[in-house]
């Protein structure tokens, strides 16, 4: 695990589907999660992949190939208040420990 | 359910000074963390720990220390706070396995 990379910023308007992408070191994986952060506020979980394939949850999907060390949240019919940081984290192989990516700021124009 | 709590929510230091942030959950959760949040640098792990009694390192550790004497309290400590150090910390606890963290609501730190 770790090593994360996903993109800075992305922008969509109300009603689109937008893929978040994020790549990780395969070594060490454990399992990925991803959480959402709204401006002042504190992450909240939204997905954990372990296996691959897609995980659907509502508006909200995400893939994991483990293989490729590559996973995406796909957030569907957007919504003004999907706008908000994604946070992609790696459980990685040392106990105890998450390693977050720098995040990836998602606006959403009407 | 209170969850993960944080205090204080705000602090302003002045160079040089110490001070504890307070981090307490009531989910019985083995695993708790400090991460600290800058503009585009994202979550940062200061210090973790995996149960009481132990703690390490993470990738910031320098000018902050911790301890776990209980479960549930997972404090973390400022010695000598420097300007580098204004931030938002997040405290976070999970269980063990694969299971998601929860966070506090953060304290925004000001050291001037």
């Known amino acids: 695990g770790q090593n994360i990379d996903q993109p800075t910023e992305m922008t969509a308007t109300e009603g689109a589907i937008v893929q978040i992408n994020c790549t990780y070191q395969?070594?060490?994986?454990?399992?990925l999660f991803w959480y959402q952060q709204h401006a002042g506020e504190a992450p909240t979980f939204l997905s954990y992949?372990?296996?691959?394939g897609l995980e659907e949850k509502g508006r909200f999907s995400s893939f994991l190939s483990r293989s490729k060390g590559y996973s995406y949240l796909l957030l569907k019919e957007l919504q003004m208040k999907d706008s908000a940081s994604y946070l992609c984290?790696?459980?990685?192989?040392?106990?105890?420990?998450?390693?977050f990516g720098r995040g990836t700021q998602l606006t959403v124009w009407p | 359910n209170a969850g993960v709590t944080q205090t204080p929510k705000f602090q302003v230091l002045k160079t040089g000074q110490s001070m504890t942030l307070q981090c307490a959950q009531d989910?019985?959760?083995?695993?708790m963390s400090w991460y600290r949040q800058d503009p585009g640098m994202g979550l940062r792990l200061i210090h973790y720990?995996?149960?009481?009694?132990?703690?390490d390192q993470g990738e910031v550790p320098n000018g902050y220390n911790v301890s776990r004497s209980t479960t549930e309290d997972f404090p973390l400590r400022l010695l000598s706070a420097a300007p580098s150090q204004t931030s938002v910390y997040f405290c976070?606890?999970?269980?063990?396995?694969?299971?998601?963290?929860?966070f506090g609501q953060g304290t925004r730190l000001t050291v001037v």
């Open positions: 989910m019985n959760h083995e695993y």
């Open positions: 976070a606890s999970r269980s063990t396995g694969n299971t998601e963290a929860f």
């Open positions: 984290a790696d459980r990685g192989s040392t106990l105890g420990r998450l390693y």
């Open positions: 992949n372990v296996l691959d």
């Open positions: 395969t070594s060490g994986f454990n399992g």
């Open positions: 720990s995996v149960g009481a009694g132990i703690t």
